[in-house]
């Protein structure tokens, strides 16, 4: 199958793994959130980032049809940050949700043909204000496409 990473499965991944409480959502409801104050914390989207196929050389084993692709995606977490007006208590909020979701991500290999362990790439604050702060990770896995041998 040549479709693009099914960033469903890091849903259902995160969705067994993280507590009732967190609201999850995908790139379509990440997209309609215009401005800081449109979070309801708390929040994590899962967002397709990048898939880069890997060229196989010509006459190399693994099947006619299958490539490799390397896979990033994106997972964006949206904190309370109204306990204070320093952010003290939205670092305390990050750091437990963030934890939760990176042992959920790292080392987990997702049902997928030739799929790798993920691993975190990177992680950063995206935007904050007296309300509101948002982090996001990226990761990275692969998986193969291409008809099956």
């Known amino acids: 199958m040549s479709a693009p990473f099914d960033h469903r499965l890091v849903l259902e991944r995160l969705r067994t793994e993280l507590p009732a409480k967190f ?3 995908t790139a379509a409801d990440l997209a309609a959130v215009t401005s800081l104050r449109d979070f309801r914390p708390p929040q994590v989207f899962v967002v397709l980032a990048q898939e ?7 006459g190399s084993a693994g099947g006619a049809g299958r490539q490799i692709a390397v896979v990033h995606f994106g997972v964006t977490l949206a904190v309370t940050n109204h306990r204070d007006n320093r952010g003290a208590a939205a670092g305390d909020d990050l750091q437990a949700l963030l934890g939760q979701v990176r042992d959920a991500l790292i080392g987990w290999t997702p049902a997928l043909p030739a799929a790798r362990d993920c691993q975190l790439i990177q992680g950063k604050v ?6 509101v702060l948002v982090w996001a990770d990226i990761y990275q896995t692969q998986h193969a496409i291409g008809r099956a041998p």
Do not use: E, H
């Open 52 to 58: 880069t196929p890997i060229p196989r050389q010509p």
């Open 23 to 25: 609201n999850l959502g």
């Open 126 to 131: 995206i935007d904050y204000d007296t309300n």
